[in-house]
């Protein structure tokens, strides 16, 4: 019997992903209150705890993310195996020397239910016997590299959609929907959302993060950086910048300044809040391999009622605020040390 085209992309990833999806909005939900304004608008019970430390500007180093699931987890963020051994133990034709990192991963699927525990044991077993291996092993210059990306691509999608699965699974009673609500009660995570959620804007907006624009430290990259999130003229770094525009009589700047404050960028992905946050934070667990369709009845699934039409308004979506950041991610970030393929 056919599959249901709005249940195909069952095919391609985890089941039962959707449910991390669904508890992943209603969080976001929970503390965002609109984005009609053309600001991250949150709830006035959760100002309040917010504004207690208001410490999400000087979390913006490049670990947000990490930081995030520590907080809200408990478990310390970081990448749950070593990339690099992977990337030569392939290179090599050799079995990986990661057992400690299958075990780990094997655990996290002990936890889940029956159909996704098959699923990700099925997907893990088949990276850790070293098959794949023994026939990259047997291709040659640009094909080798090709295959040597498509299996370190693949194993981190199964990593991060483990991963994600593990941290929401005691989050989410599927019997009666209820949610664990201790991350609205606690001041760090609620500031570490904040901040990704700032961040992730202005990859989207500026295909840089806000720790980013802040490294360059330049007038243009700063006046980005506030566009997204006003309070960081409350910093050290721009209160020594506004100082000596003052003293230097430098009005362009404190005009441009002042125009950065009031400017609203969020206005661009209001419309499609939902699935700009949704792809931006789950994008490289595997919805990078649904085609347009899948992608389409996967966010419907989980609960975003009006996703991006396809074919075409997807497919400018995309363009326009995934795939700028994501298309390079796995060569940038895999294969920057690599050496020739063929000289191993």
């Known amino acids: 019997?056919?599959?249901?085209?709005?249940?195909?992309?069952?095919?391609?990833?985890?089941?039962?992903?959707?449910?991390?999806?669904?508890?992943?909005?209603?969080?976001?939900?929970?503390?965002?209150?609109?984005?009609?304004?053309?600001?991250?608008?949150?709830?006035?019970?959760?100002?309040?705890?917010?504004?207690?430390?208001?410490?999400?500007?000087?979390?913006?180093?490049?670990?947000?993310?990490?930081?995030?699931?520590?907080?809200?987890?408990?478990?310390?963020?970081?990448?749950?195996?070593?990339?690099?051994?992977?990337?030569?133990?392939?290179?090599?034709?050799?079995?990986?020397?990661?057992?400690?990192?299958?075990?780990?991963?094997?655990?996290?699927?002990?936890?889940l239910s029956e159909t996704s525990r098959i699923y990700y044991q099925s997907k893990i077993c088949l990276f850790a016997d070293g098959t794949y291996q023994k026939k990259i092993q047997l291709l040659h210059g640009k094909e080798k590299e090709k295959a040597i990306l498509k299996y370190l691509k693949a194993f981190v999608n199964i990593t991060i959609s483990l991963s994600a699965r593990a941290i929401y699974k005691d989050k989410l009673n599927p019997d009666d929907e209820s949610i664990d609500d201790s991350l609205f009660k606690n001041p760090k995570a609620l500031n570490v959302f904040m901040c990704v959620l700032f961040s992730l804007y202005s990859q989207s907006v500026y295909r840089k993060s806000i720790h980013e624009l802040l490294q360059k430290n330049t007038d243009p990259s700063l006046l980005k950086a506030v566009t997204i999130d006003k309070s960081l003229v409350c910093t050290e770094l721009f209160r020594k910048r506004i100082v000596q525009a003052q003293l230097a009589s430098q009005a362009k700047f404190l005009e441009k300044l002042g125009r950065a404050i009031a400017d609203k960028p969020l206005r661009i992905i209001k419309p499609d809040f939902e699935t700009f946050i949704v792809l931006k934070m789950f994008w490289l667990s595997g919805l990078d391999n649904l085609s347009h369709e899948d992608l389409y009845y996967f966010l419907k699934s989980c609960g975003i009622k009006t996703p991006p039409e396809i074919p075409y308004a997807m497919e400018q979506f995309l363009k326009r605020h995934v795939h700028p950041e994501y298309r390079n991610w796995f060569s940038k970030h895999l294969l920057k040390k690599r050496t020739h393929p063929d000289k191993i």
């Open 1 to 111: 019997m056919a599959m249901s085209y709005e249940i195909n992309w069952k095919k391609y990833i985890d089941p039962e992903f959707d449910s991390v999806i669904r508890t992943f909005l209603f969080y976001v939900h929970g503390v965002i209150k609109d984005t009609d304004s053309g600001y991250f608008a949150v709830k006035d019970e959760i100002l309040k705890i917010i504004m207690k430390s208001q410490s999400w500007q000087a979390s913006y180093d490049g670990n947000e993310l990490s930081r995030l699931v520590q907080e809200v987890t408990g478990v310390e963020g970081g990448p749950i195996f070593d990339v690099s051994t992977l990337n030569q133990n392939i290179k090599k034709g050799e079995k990986p020397n990661l057992t400690e990192s299958f075990t780990k991963l094997l655990a996290l699927a002990d936890g």
